[in-house]
């Protein structure tokens, strides 16, 4: 056993517990503000079940990684949500983020881990492109599960904007975008 | 596309919703209880990071899968504390409850869903025993960031005991479950 290697990870998966304390704008269905951790285990488990409607095959154990380490940089940057217009500093507080917390790890996962973290940002694979469609398609879930929308009603077309991407990068569960758009408007979850 | 697995697919995916309000014993560092989806995130997580630990080489995917579904069946059984003494219907009830929730599923993810939560429950491969391993060690972590115990203060001699299969199962991982342990019981959390 590696023993400096594990004290480090050790540290690394303490301070991630973090994660469980940082809101995001949805809800549970009982009715709190859904946290990043219980976010991050839903699109998950998401992207193991859907993985034959992507857009091409990719390495889901790459995607599952994708995933479960997305929003950690949430721990010192906070949620940004996706409809709040000031997004000026988010990439620069979560870049900052994720060298604070990747550096904990030994390096060789210190490096895996911070070039899995700008892969995801950046959608540069089929791998990430998936994850950023799964991550997109959970908020509309969940909504529609819940129904509610943080502190109250969306606009459709702000929602029907900001999930274009999905129309290329997945194709196949576009359909499924707007038929869940509609169902929200439906429900005036959306207006 | 196959819309018909993936209308399935969303109809669980809707139900696992759940999981987010299926409280622990443990908690957050925020001082609420834990739920079972943030925890299944954080071992997952954890057995990533961790996999050069294991006792033998692991198909890491499976790993992933198998901690990700490993509580989904307390959306209908509830959590068991590991230290209450009635197990008795725990069992029973859990095999009820993946029944009906990976029935949800298609038939092809329904069966290997199923095989993965018996998996998980039998410890029969190297798979499910580094994840039973992970899933152990998570809690005496959790203790220790949060500074708390559920509601009080449970015995180290139980602790040790319910967790002496690791020292069999991941003979690496053991000293650090012992260091854990007195850590806690020096932060008087254990006695």
Redesign the interface.
Known sequence: ???T??KD??I???E??????VLRANR???GRY??S??H???V???A???E??ANSAVD??KV??LL??HDIVEIDAGDTWLYEENQDSKLDDETKAANRLFSL?PEK?KQEYLGLWNEFETRSTAESKFASVIDGIQPL??H???GRVNDGVILAADVRKKKMYIKDLAP??W??VEEMIMESEAKGLYE
Chains 1, 2 share one sequence.
């Open positions: 056993m590696n023993s290697a594990l990870q050790i690394f998966l303490s991630i517990e973090k994660l469980k304390g549970t269905v009982d859904e946290n951790a219980e991050s285990w839903h998950a488990l998401m193991l079940l859907l034959e409607h889901m154990l599952i990684k479960l380490i790890l996962q879930l969940n529609l599960v819940t196949n569960l359909h499924l």
